[in-house]
């Protein structure tokens, strides 16, 4: 019982130590996650969208700078229906937003280049 109490005589201080430490620097473990990975590489890439893309942006008003900055940026892939592993562009599918979904993207993300193929209003 007495080692007990010293253990958490030192680990709730460093825990809290550590917490404002990292909170300060803006350390996160956001990025690491696999939703994160496809977003970020995806919108380092050069966009072309396909015509089918283009004709849903028209029909649903919605320009480029809205896909990349809200649609693709707070998306969530739906890595069951998307194909992480094709060679040699794995395409995806994602849903805008997380929660109740209102838009779907499918595009490919390949070398150089992210085409966005289809977008869908899901309501």
Same mark, same amino acid.
Request: charged share 30%.
């Given at each position: 019982m007495k080692k007990l109490k010293f253990y958490l005589i030192g680990l709730i201080p460093g825990?809290?130590?550590v917490f404002f430490i990292l909170n300060k620097k803006g350390a996160s473990c956001s990025g690491y996650l696999p939703n994160s990975r496809v977003i970020a590489e995806t919108l380092s890439k050069e966009f072309t969208y396909s +015509?089918?893309?283009k004709n849903g942006m028209s029909t649903y008003k919605i320009d +480029?700078?809205?896909?990349k900055d809200s649609i693709i940026t707070k998306g969530k892939v739906d890595f069951d229906r998307s194909?992480?592993?094709k060679k040699p562009c794995p395409d995806y599918v994602l849903t805008y937003p997380e929660k109740n979904p209102v838009y779907e993207i499918t595009f490919e993300k390949c070398e150089e280049t992210a085409t966005l193929n289809s977008l869908k209003k899901l309501k």
């Open positions: 825990l809290i130590l +015509e089918d893309f +480029e700078k809205f896909v194909h992480a592993q």
